[in-house]
Nanobody, 118 residues
Framework: VQLQASGGGLVQAGGSLRLSCAAS????????MGWYRQAPGKQRDLVGS???????NYADSVKGRFTISRDNAKNMLYLQMNSLKPEDTAVYYC?????????????WGQGTLVTVSS
């Protein structure tokens, strides 16, 4: 099982980006999925999460600006980021609680860099 995050890049403040995270492998089912971010010199923090039933949870700093969604048929996770601010600059990681042939584990993607210029 692998998670592959993509969609990062350089954007001006006020702009938008959409991150994607693809889960692949012999997957039986995916439970909670989430996005985290880590700014230089800081710890990795939760951005938001989504359950298999599409219930979402967001960090206060991104509420109203970011939207998490998933496509269960395609094993995909998305993060729509609007009204981006320089303080959103970070490496963004996806994770997923996945049931597969080897059991149930929490997997992480490799990270995608988002840079917001002022």
């Amino acid at each position: 099982v692998q998670l592959q995050a993509s969609g990062g890049g350089l954007v001006q403040a006020g702009g938008s980006l959409r991150l994607s995270c693809a889960a692949s492998g012999r997957i039986h089912g995916i439970n909670d999925m989430g996005w985290y971010r880590q700014a230089p010199g800081k710890q990795r923090d939760l951005v938001g999460s989504i359950t298999s039933g599409d219930s979402t949870n967001y960090a206060d700093s991104v509420k109203g600006r970011f939207t998490i969604s998933r496509d269960n048929a395609k094993n995909m996770l998305y993060l729509q980021m609007n009204s981006l601010k320089p303080e959103d600059t970070a490496v963004y990681y996806c994770n997923a609680d996945i049931q597969s042939l080897v059991g149930r584990h929490l997997y992480w993607g490799q990270g995608t860099l988002v840079t917001v210029s002022s």
